[in-house]
């Protein structure tokens, strides 16, 4: 069974960080492009970063807005990808999701994680 | 960026009706590999969004064969043949392109 667990949001004050992880099982970790994405209180779907795998030497692409802020990483031996968040700002307030996408025998795989609470406030 | 707009639903909707819920790109998603970077999401309330349609046309696996998408290059559809109960939530199409990836604003399905 694919799991995608996400863990590390909270509650944390404007200007400071956080780091969120994403642990998962179910596939081969290793061949998959890793993404977060964040769901605003309104609802809206932000995709905010990708990480390629070894093959595409990792490639990363950032939501714009977040460069500079934001930073996605990943352990291909502990099956996990992380977003560490910088400079927190209100408007970063969401649910984040990680995402995975990989091929299978099937086709396309996509699943995402339960999402992590981050609220910003003072 | 390209942006992604998604038309409403005329909710609720009776059990068993087939709708369309539709999708436009304000750039082509059609690549030179033939593919159009479509995908089709379901968030079903307290859950998070699970993949129905990819390529725009493509059931991912274990999706009902009542859901099938179609289209364009900018112009997409995702129809249900006969909702059911399990139907209801926020249905997103995403645009798989070129970065940033994003997606629309979503439609809410309600069945009555």
């Known amino acids: 069974e694919v799991q995608l667990v996400e863990t590390g949001g909270g509650l944390v004050q404007p200007g400071n960080s956080l780091k969120l992880s994403c642990a998962t099982s179910?596939?081969?970790?290793?061949?998959?492009?890793m993404n977060w994405i964040r769901q605003t209180p309104g609802k809206r779907l932000e995709w905010l970063a990708q990480?390629?795998?070894?093959?595409?030497?990792?490639?990363?692409s950032y939501l714009e807005s977040v460069k500079g802020r934001f930073t996605i990483s990943r352990d291909d031996s502990k099956s996990s990808v992380y977003l560490q968040m910088n400079n927190l700002k209100e408007e970063d307030t969401a649910i984040y999701y990680c995402?995975?996408?990989?091929?299978?025998?099937?086709?396309?795989?996509?699943?995402w994680g339960q999402g992590a609470s981050v609220t910003v406030s003072s | 960026d390209i942006v992604m707009t998604q038309g409403a639903l005329p909710n609720p909707v009776p059990s068993g009706e087939s709708v369309s819920i539709t999708c436009r790109s304000s750039?082509?998603?059609?690549?030179?590999?033939?593919?159009?970077?479509l995908n089709w999401y379901l968030q079903r309330p307290g859950q998070s969004p699970q993949l129905l349609i990819y390529?725009?046309?493509t059931r991912a696996s274990g999706v009902s064969d009542r859901f099938s998408g179609s289209g364009s290059g900018t112009d997409f559809t995702l129809k249900i043949s006969g909702v059911e109960a399990e139907d209801v939530g926020v249905y997103y199409c995403?645009?798989?392109?070129?970065?940033?990836?994003?997606f629309g604003s979503g439609t809410k399905l309600e069945i009555k």
């Open positions: 750039k082509s998603l059609l690549y030179s590999d033939g593919k159009t970077y």
């Open positions: 995402r995975a996408i990989t091929t299978v025998a099937r086709g396309v795989m996509d699943a």
């Open positions: 390529w725009m046309s």
């Open positions: 990480i390629e795998d070894k093959s595409n030497n990792y490639f990363i």
């Open positions: 179910g596939f081969t970790f290793s061949t998959a492009w």
């Open positions: 995403q645009q798989g392109l070129e970065f940033p990836l994003t």
